[in-house]
């Protein structure tokens, strides 16, 4: 190194460490997430870190409902001298859903609602000193609370301090935290391609006396703008002068500039506090006609809503996957999120500035209001942080404050109380909605609503935001999935003027179920794409419809859902530990523009084999693209080329038993996917060809296959052909009284993880016949009695309303196989419990060509069958 190196080296050093003098000066955070102890109960003390939530695993049992209550966290503190003057926060990015504060024994603060962050004034009960502790405890609670939204609603409220947490230092003179905000608030008054104005305002929190504040907005590098102002008081407003042909924000160009605000010591220059903010340079405006414009060009918002739990962690989800979700909708060529139903984490936002994903945000006031003071107090609290919290993402283009509030409304038996409830509900709503303007007259206000839309109508909620969202489930939840474009068309009709965004719709999709002939409530992955089918088309179609969000990204905890996942709702075109299922495909061959082809995820199949080829099995499969063609090959042999309509197509592939090699070629010839398929091929003349491994495993009364937690296939009975297998006599189990009858039980199914075994049944049956060929075989009966009285109420979630009322059946029949008995007086419900799963195993050994012959003779009541299995031993 030479002299001058040195020299050069030493000035830059010294340069950066002027530079971390004068952070240092300014606002420090730290992180405080590590090392608390958490307690449930007194006795229990657990070492943990943030984001925590007690209620990870408790969702997930058969037992119905989860901890909700207070619980205590602990964390010792020492602050050194250089916090010494200066002011200081904790600052939680979220807590469920009531937390109080206490610094060395005192209540330092407290808050209300679980989605929204919160700041707690310390400096006046923390000590400041190397050998100084202060002890920090949070009580937080989840318990149910009239005074806070949701008062119900489809997701779990995990309890806990489940994002971060931070210790705030700043100088005594300091841009406010008021809201948990961060105290600077820009807005663009003009805005076009050939120039833009920005407003700064904000708020300073200690004395102004000899302070000065400069805004410097930068477009990378380089410097666009830089603002000096005295300050006169502790409101502040800087006009910063046009800047000419500003780089529009947009989504396929995110482009963003950073303004920094500090506040300057006017004598000295030091920096004593300092913003940053993200701007975004695009205006907006919504149609009632024509839908949404970004820059002056129409463009339809399609993306989808996110709830923020994933699997194997519920709420308190490292932060990282924040942003991987709003990837997720970018990569799947979305261009829109609806956050709901409340506020997020605030790496949400910021990706979606920086991916340009717009953006609609809400506060939980999901199917209920309280009519008090103190509910409606809390609401705009809520609001308002959401507000201040997240004013300056150019990602926001809508604040919501209402979801299905009239879903199933009180005071049913009491029309007129009802009535002054509705007029409650109203006022709330017009509160909720002027507060909105007044804090940000340039964003959007929306209310999502269910299909009952005169009801919306005649309580006047239609009339209040100016967008209505619609949640729909036609094809779902009740009717038809050609329903949904005629709704769309009768409420444009009455309300041309109304800007609208369909705010929800899906349908569930348990990506262990497939059908090849998919119907409502099979719950099958192929009937979710047919319904997400209709609905992008009649979207798609309609101008007047300004955007769209898929109900959800992704699967996500409700801990009261029972279904074939029990406490998971199935919606999410990716899993809960986000896997893309085909849906997902299917938005992403519609909607991204980089070529892309992928093969169905199902990938486990079996089947029975073709009447004219014993040794394959031909099956549909789906290849999604968004190219024009594609060519499939399977083991080797080339299928041709097929177009690709509406983002899809299907090949009929002839399975070959266990592996089978697919190829994708779409476009060109780099654009391509390989899936392997493990095929149960089951020959249709069992004796015909003796398999040494041969197994089959089979549902009863379901028209579904189903991949078990083990990685088994099971496939749909049939009914018995000689020389193959099958069910004889019977008819599938249709829950009474429940308008999905269509598909067995949607009740949770005790001692199981793999409910769709046990949800399906053949009642009154009378054998099943395996016509296999000689040898030593395993035979399991697997049993659950789906009939009971214990009814189930119509849950939040449920739209179409219904309840379960079934009486439960008593049944005791014998079982024999080839003649020999095999359970006697057998009786499911008392032999294991209603709707709990119970299994049989027998071995027979079967000589010549006599098959396996299961006889069922009823004692009383009807003979039932959930499922079967045939392994062959030797
Ligand atoms: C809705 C609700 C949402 C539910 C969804 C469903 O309308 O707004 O919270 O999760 O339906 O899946 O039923």
């Given at each position: 190194m030479t002299n001058q190196t040195v020299k050069v080296l030493f000035f830059f050093a010294v340069l950066v460490l002027i530079k971390a003098a004068a952070f240092s000066q300014s606002r420090t955070q730290i992180n405080l997430d590590k090392g608390w102890k958490f307690n449930k109960d007194s006795t229990h003390l657990q070492n943990i870190n943030l984001p925590h939530t007690w209620n990870k695993d408790d969702v997930m049992d058969d037992t119905p409902g989860y901890y909700r209550g207070a619980c205590w966290y602990r964390k010792t503190l020492t602050l050194n001298d250089s916090y010494k003057g200066k002011s200081l926060f904790l600052y939680f990015n979220g807590a469920n859903q009531e937390t109080e504060v206490y610094i060395n024994g005192h209540k330092a603060g407290s808050h209300k609602g679980g989605y929204t962050r919160f700041c707690v004034e310390a400096d006046q009960y923390l000590k400041i000193g190397a050998n100084q502790t202060n002890e920090i405890a949070v009580k937080v609670d989840n318990s149910f609370n009239e005074n806070i939204p949701p008062l119900s609603a489809d997701f779990t409220f995990y309890g806990g301090i489940y994002r971060n947490v931070y210790l705030v230092a700043t100088n005594k003179s300091h841009f406010s935290l008021s809201h948990a905000a961060n105290g600077v608030f820009i807005t663009?008054?003009?805005?076009?391609?050939?120039?833009?104005?920005?407003?700064?305002?904000?708020?300073?929190?200690?004395?102004?006396?000899?302070?000065?504040?400069?805004?410097?907005?930068?477009?990378?590098?380089?410097?666009?703008?830089?603002?000096?102002?005295?300050?006169?008081?502790?409101?502040?407003?800087?006009?910063?002068?046009?800047?000419?042909?500003?780089?529009?924000?947009?989504?396929?160009?995110?482009?963003?500039?950073?303004?920094?605000?500090?506040?300057?010591?006017?004598?000295?220059?030091?920096?004593?506090?300092?913003?940053?903010?993200?701007?975004?340079?695009?205006?907006?405006?919504?149609?009632?006609?024509?839908?949404?414009?970004?820059?002056?060009?129409?463009?339809?918002?399609?993306?989808?809503?996110?709830?923020?739990?994933?699997?194997?962690?519920?709420?308190?989800?490292?932060?990282?996957?924040?942003?991987?979700?709003?990837?997720?909708?970018?990569?799947?060529?979305?261009?829109?999120?609806?956050?709901?139903?409340?506020?997020?984490?605030?790496?949400?936002?910021?990706?979606?500035?920086?991916?340009?994903?717009?953006?609609?945000?809400?506060?939980?006031?999901?199917?209920?209001?309280?009519?008090?003071?103190?509910?409606?107090?809390?609401?705009?609290?809520?609001?308002?942080?959401?507000?201040?919290?997240?004013?300056?993402?150019?990602?926001?283009?809508?604040?919501?404050?209402?979801?299905?509030?009239?879903?199933?409304?009180?005071?049913?038996?009491?029309?007129?109380?009802?009535?002054?409830?509705?007029?409650?509900?109203?006022?709330?709503?017009?509160?909720?909605?002027?507060?909105?303007?007044?804090?940000?007259?340039?964003?959007?206000?929306?209310?999502?609503?269910?299909?009952?839309?005169?009801?919306?109508?005649?309580?006047?909620?239609?009339?209040?935001?100016?967008?209505?969202?619609?949640?729909?489930?036609?094809?779902?939840?009740?009717?038809?999935?050609?329903?949904?474009?005629?709704?769309?068309?009768?409420?444009?009709?009455?309300?041309?003027?109304?800007?609208?965004?369909?705010?929800?719709?899906?349908?569930?999709?348990?990506?262990?179920?497939?059908?090849?002939?998919?119907?409502?409530?099979?719950?099958?992955?192929?009937?979710?794409?047919?319904?997400?089918?209709v609905y992008l088309k009649a979207i798609e179609e309609r101008p007047f419809v300004a955007g769209a969000a898929v109900w959800n990204l992704a699967d996500f905890n409700s801990e009261t859902r029972d279904e074939t996942m029990p406490h998971i709702n199935n919606k999410g075109l990716l899993t809960w530990d986000r896997k893309p299922k085909d849906t997902y495909y299917y938005y992403q061959a519609n909607l991204a523009k980089k070529p892309f082809v992928k093969i169905s995820t199902w990938q486990i199949r079996a089947g029975v084999s073709d009447s004219l080829n014993q040794s394959v099995c031909t099956q549909a499969v789906t290849v999604f693209s968004n190219t024009s063609k594609v060519n499939l090959k399977v083991n080797g042999i080339n299928l041709g080329s097929k177009d690709i309509i509406d983002g899809m197509t299907v090949f009929n592939v002839p399975f070959k038993n266990r592996l089978n090699k697919i190829e994708a070629i779409a476009g060109n010839q780099t654009c391509t996917d390989a899936a392997t398929i493990n095929f149960n091929l089951i020959p249709a003349k069992l004796q015909a060809d003796n398999q040494p491994d041969l197994h089959i495993n089979i549902l009863l009364g379901a028209k579904r296959f189903y991949i078990d937690q083990n990685q088994n296939i099971w496939q749909p009975d049939q009914s018995y052909k000689p020389g193959s297998f099958g069910s004889i006599g019977g008819v599938a189990y249709a829950m009474k009284g429940n308008s999905r009858q269509s598909y067995g039980t949607d009740r949770n199914i005790i001692n199981t993880n793999d409910d769709p075994i046990y949800q399906t049944q053949q009642v009154g049956i009378q054998g099943y016949r395996f016509d296999v060929p000689a040898g030593r075989y395993e035979i399991t009966l697997h049993f659950a009695e789906l009939t009971t009285d214990k009814t189930k109420e119509a849950l939040a979630y449920n739209l179409d309303n219904t309840t379960n009322k079934e009486t439960s059946q008593e049944r005791i029949f014998d079982i024999s196989a080839n003649d020999k008995p095999l359970l006697a007086t057998f009786n499911a419900a008392s032999k294991y419990g209603s709707l709990t799963a119970g299994t049989e195993k027998t071995e027979v050994t079967v000589i010549g060509n006599n098959g396996i012959n299961i006889s069922f003779k009823p004692i009383k009541g009807e003979p039932i069958l959930n499922a079967i299995q045939l392994r062959r031993i030797k």
């Open positions: 663009t008054p003009e805005v076009s391609a050939s120039k833009a104005s920005v407003k700064i305002t904000g708020q300073i929190e200690g004395s102004t006396a000899h302070l000065s504040l400069i805004t410097t907005i930068s477009d990378g590098a380089k410097t666009v703008a830089k603002v000096k102002s005295n300050l006169t008081s502790s409101d502040f407003t800087q006009n910063i002068p046009a800047i000419a042909k500003p780089h529009l924000w947009s989504p396929e160009d995110p482009h963003l500039y950073l303004v920094r605000t500090q506040l300057v010591d006017a004598k000295t220059g030091a920096v004593l506090d300092e913003i940053t903010n993200p701007l975004g340079f695009r205006w907006f405006k919504f149609d009632g006609e024509k839908g949404f414009f970004l820059n002056g060009k129409p463009l339809k918002l399609v993306g989808t809503s996110r709830h923020q739990d994933i699997e194997g962690f519920g709420n308190a989800i490292p932060s990282n996957y924040n942003e991987r979700d709003v990837e997720l909708i970018k990569q799947m060529g979305g261009n829109f999120i609806r956050v709901s139903h409340y506020p997020q984490d605030p790496k949400i936002l910021e990706t979606c500035d920086k991916l340009g994903i717009l953006a609609s945000v809400e506060i939980p006031v999901i199917n209920a209001i309280t009519e008090n003071e103190a509910f409606t107090e809390t609401c705009k609290n809520m609001q308002v942080e959401m507000i201040r919290q997240n004013f300056n993402h150019p990602s926001v283009v809508i604040w919501a404050y209402m979801n299905e509030v009239l879903l199933r409304p009180k005071f049913g038996d009491d029309k007129a109380r009802q009535q002054v409830y509705f007029a409650n509900i109203k006022k709330l709503a017009q509160t909720l909605d002027s507060l909105t303007h007044k804090e940000d007259p340039s964003r959007y206000t929306m209310i999502a609503c269910h299909g009952d839309y005169n009801k919306y109508r005649s309580v006047g909620l239609v009339q209040i935001p100016q967008i209505i969202g619609w949640n729909l489930y036609s094809g779902w939840y009740g009717g038809q999935t050609s329903d949904f474009a005629k709704f769309l068309d009768s409420f444009h009709k009455d309300f041309p003027a109304l800007p609208v965004i369909i705010s929800e719709f899906g349908a569930d999709a348990d990506p262990r179920i497939h059908a090849t002939q998919p119907i409502k409530f099979d719950k099958s992955v192929e009937y979710a794409v047919d319904f997400h089918k």
